[in-house]
């Protein structure tokens, strides 16, 4: 499978995976996405964790961010069928270690099940995603991941 350079015409298969508990501008892009079905056929939603503070730690962020997704969807309940799912409870243990959840399993089983290229839009840490290519390599032709995210390389702490 040939993952190509540009989006193609229509509508794309997509998945989001977002703090959306972190920050406002998550839960616009879950709306946006959730509302242009023209573009974005949104297959799932995935919580990802964070750690400043507002969470205690990045388990509970995820958390936070799983109960956000909920409370979006009790907003537009025409949307209540696009399965939301935990991410990570934790960060990478290491550059080779990846953390399952049901979100990297989800994104496994979702980027083997049609040959249809899967946009992965990441809006917080990637580590839903990160873990997801650790634990099936082979899906990394099948997806194309959109990151917004992550410290300039002059921060002074760039853990991202």
Do not use: C, K
Not at 94 to 111: F, H, K, M
Not at 118 to 139: C, E, F, H, K, R
């Amino acid at each position: 499978m040939t993952v190509p350079a540009l989006p193609p015409d229509g509508a794309v298969r997509v998945v989001l995976d977002t703090d959306t508990d972190n920050e406002i501008d998550d839960q616009f892009a879950v709306v946006y996405a959730l509302l242009s079905p023209e573009r974005i056929r949104l297959e799932a939603r995935y919580a990802a964790p964070y750690h400043n503070g507002r969470s205690i730690g990045p388990e509970e962020g995820m958390l936070r961010s799983y109960d956000e997704l909920q409370r979006l969807l009790d907003r537009l309940p025409e949307h209540r069928s696009t399965p939301v799912r935990h991410g990570s409870r934790g960060w990478l243990p290491g550059p080779a270690d990846p953390v399952p959840s049901p979100a990297a399993d989800d994104l496994i089983e979702r980027a083997r099940a049609s040959d249809e290229t899967l946009y992965v839009v990441a809006i917080g840490a990637v580590t839903n995603v990160a873990s997801a290519l650790l634990m099936d390599p082979g899906i990394a032709d099948r997806v194309v991941v959109v990151w917004l995210g992550g410290n300039p390389h002059t921060w002074h702490q760039a853990v991202e």
